[in-house]
Structure formats: C-alpha cells, structure tokens
C-alpha cells in the first residue's frame, strides 16, 4: 500500500466494483464509524472521484482529498 | 474415501447447485465415491420474488413455499438442521443439533438476512415486502390507505433484488390509479446516492417512468431515523420528510458464522468474482446474496453462480483443474405497473438497455415465476 498523508482508521477497498458500487460502500462504512474517524476508499472506478465528493457535500461529513496511483485512487473522508 | 460435499442453504443458489450436482456427479454418487448434503433449517424452499406481488393482493405468501423434498434430487441428501460455526482448518460445519459435519467442498449459500434495526424506528415504524410477514401487512395497510402520503424508501445497500423498489412504486401508482385513489396520494421514491438507481439505464428509465406518473425522486436520501410517532424521516444528508406510510428497503447483512470463520466482513464471504472459491479459505465457496462479488444480489445471479460452481466442484473431485468461471450474467424482470413489464440483461461491467415495457414481457415474468419451480429443480 502507498503512503498517504491522510492516516486513515479504515480503508475500503472498492477496486474493481463499478459505479457505483465504491460510493454505496463508503456511505455504509460511514454510517457505522464514530465521529472523527478517516476513512480511506480505494476505488478503481473514475467516477467516484465526482460521486464521493459529491454526496459528502450534501452531509456534515469532511472529504478531506484524492491521491492517485497506477490503476487506482485513494479518497479520504472524514466522518462528521 | 468417499469425497464430501455440503452446500449450507436451501435458496435458490442453494437448491440449483445440488440438483446440477446430481446430474453432474451421477456415477460417482451411485459408486458411493461422492456425497452431496444439503444442510438448512428450513424443510421448504421459498421464493421472495412472490413477496413482491402480495402487498397488491395478487399473490399469497402460500405460493411462496415448497418442501425441497419435492425439489431436490433423491440423491441428495437433505439434512435439516442449523449450521452454527464454520471451522476451516478442520474444513467442518457445527450444526445445532447434530454435531460437526466433515466437508471436503463446501458452498456457502445461506442468503441475506434483513436488518431493521440498524435505523432507529424502522423496525417499528416501517412497512416492506421482503419476507411473508411483512408483505401481508404492507398489504392490509395498503387496503386501507385512502390518503396521504407513501414513501418507498431504499434504506440498506446491497439489497436482494435491485429491481423491486422501482418496480414496487411503479406498481402501487397503477393499483392506486386503479381504484382512483391516486389523486389523494402523493408518492416519493428514495435512493441513498445521486440517482434513482445503482445502474445509469435503469436510473435514467425509472427517471422518466417517474415524471410522466407524477412520483417525486429524492436522492442523496440516507435514512438516519425514523420516528413513526411523529411520522418523519431524517436523512444523514439534513433532509426531514412526512409520511403516512413508509415503506422501506430494509437495511440486509450476510451472516455472523462467515465473519467468525474469517471469511468476510459484514458477513458477506469474499470471493474471487469468476471462480467464487472464497479468499481466504481452502474449498470453499460462495454462491447468491451471501457471495461479495460486483453484481446484483438477484435470483439469476444464483442460479447461473450454482452453474459455474457445479462444474468446478465436479473437476476436483476428478482431480481435474476446474476451468468454468462465472462472468457476472444476471437477468431481471422488471414490472412496469401491474400490466407492463421490461427485462434486463447484463455482465461485469455491463450497463444493461432497458427496453420499452410490454405487456406480453409482463407475463413472461408471471410465467417465470411459475417456471421458476423448473429452475430449483435445475431443469432450466
């Protein structure tokens, strides 16, 4: 796994599920986490990088930013 | 040394797979080389998309049900019982009451279960059509409804069967319509992520269908609680809405046993998505709802799963390489209204066309349904 500046407490790993699989992975892992937690999803799917911040907009959660690899991304989330 | 292989489940994945086995290892079974168990604490088998048609009073709970005795091949064995624990180092099955049973192969095919409880107040306070009990109170509510305002809700994903939530609120504006109460109910249709649907063409022909049948669409709508008192529902995302019926897709998880083998979070077994042996674990496999893999959690999606895994199963007792895999076919019917129906075929990565409802798709489906019981037998 790459290095991040984000320190994740959990990571999703979504790579190779399609749109929009990653996103309804990570709305059910935020549901669950404590308040404060960073959530890192992995996804390999170039449309979670609108739909992810998108959906964390409409909420009080904080998407905190992208970082890209060879075949995938990383996104970070922090529950609200 | 006879070659052991357990199937836990009596589902539609479940209920093909021994039946294609049958077939499959024919000779070994009759030379007591091979045995096939069926464990399950159900002695019926039970089809869930009839549920779906009960709240409209079309079809029973009744119809839902029948023994596997009379479905499954004699020479399997059908041992009732409730799998409690999977050891996968000793490969056995606990069971509730009778012991540890040895496997050699072993399919998981215990389904999804329904979770309520996860939201606040939904258990109490929302209707679904997802098991008899609640489909024939929806259904009582539902006679009774003259007025106000009915929400179909889509609380959990992944959920059994992606298409009954558009179908259920396509269905209930016609029965409505029918009986000219539409006029006094506003309906509104919910999904937790920016559209109608997880797959775009469904989204975008739901999208329409809602339009021109005047049904609100809410997205980015994640239910956080529900309050039946007050009949309000608050959503992760701000948004508080009233009802006077909820109707909801529940919240599903897998199975307590797959996490505490190891096998996956949340209870669903992780799998590799073409062979379906599981990730961590020797001869093991997962077919149906309780299998992770990126597709829908749909009766086709089992029965084609309990094709391939037949087939590799098979080659290893032959102590041949197994070669079949499985590349995420799924086919749904879609009710369009209680006349209407349109059909959907697809594979990993697939978006599926949509095409224009008919009538004569209609009852393709209801002829399904009832050809289904040839499917469980592992007839077609």
């Known amino acids: 796994m790459s290095e991040t500046a984000y320190e994740p407490d959990v990571t999703i790993d979504a790579r190779g599920a399609t749109c929009p699989g990653p ?55 922090k529950v609200a | 040394m006879t070659h052991d292989i357990i199937i836990v489940g009596g589902g539609t994945g479940g209920t093909v797979l021994a039946n294609r086995l049958a077939d499959r290892l024919a000779p070994e079974l009759a030379a007591g080389e091979a045995r096939v168990t069926l464990l399950t604490d159900d002695p019926d088998h039970v089809y869930k998309p009839t549920f779906l048609y009960v709240p409209f009073g079309e079809k029973t709970v009744e119809e839902s049900r029948r023994p596997l005795a009379e479905l499954v091949d004699d020479r399997i064995d059908i041992h009732v019982d409730r ?23 072993l399919v998981l095919a215990m389904g999804a279960q329904l979770a309520p409880e996860k939201v606040p107040g939904l258990a109490e306070g929302a209707h679904h059509f997802y098991g008899p009990e ?72 739901a999208t329409e269908e809602f339009e021109a049948r005047d049904i609100t669409l809410e997205t980015f709508f994640n239910v956080e609680e529900l309050d039946p008192e007050a009949g309000t529902v608050e959503t992760m995302e701000g948004t508080e809405l009233d009802y006077d019926l909820f109707v909801a897709i529940p919240p599903h998880h897998g199975n307590d046993m797959v996490a505490e083998a190891g096998l996956g979070e949340d209870g669903w077994v992780a799998v590799d998505r073409h062979t379906l042996e599981a990730d961590n674990a020797e001869n093991v496999y997962a077919i149906g709802d309780i299998a992770d893999v990126p597709t829908s959690k749909a009766g086709s999606v089992a029965h084609y799963e309990a094709g391939t895994v037949a087939k590799r199963i098979t080659s290893r007792v032959r102590d041949e390489v197994p070669t079949a895999v499985y590349e995420g076919k799924t086919v749904c019917f879609l009710e369009a209204g209680l006349e209407e129906a349109t059909f959907v075929e697809f594979g990993y990565g697939d978006e599926p066309v949509v095409r224009e409802p008919t009538s004569a798709l209609h009852w393709s489906k209801l002829a399904y349904n009832e050809a289904y019981w040839l499917t469980a037998r592992g007839l077609i």
């Open chain 1, 23 to 77: 996103l309804m992975d990570l709305i059910g892992k935020v549901k669950e986490a404590e308040s404060g937690t960073v959530i890192e999803l992995l996804t390999s799917d170039s449309g979670s990088k609108n739909d992810v911040p998108d959906w964390v907009d409409e909420t009080d959660h904080e998407y905190l930013g992208i970082e890209e690899d060879e075949d995938y991304w990383r996104l970070y989330v």
């Open chain 2, 83 to 105: 799998a409690t624990a999977v050891d996968t180092d000793r490969q056995t099955v606990a069971t509730a009451e009778s012991g540890d049973l040895a496997y050699d192969q």
């Open chain 2, 134 to 205: 609640g489909a024939v109170a929806l259904r009582d509510a539902l006679a009774e409804f003259e007025e106000g305002h009915l929400v179909l809700s889509v609380v959990g994903v992944p959920h059994m069967c992606p298409a009954a939530p558009v179908e259920f609120v396509l269905m209930v504006d016609d029965w409505l319509r029918q009986r000219g109460r539409r006029e006094d109910v506003e309906l509104t249709y919910t999904y937790p992520i920016m559209r109608a649907h997880g797959i775009q063409t469904i989204a975008d022909w």
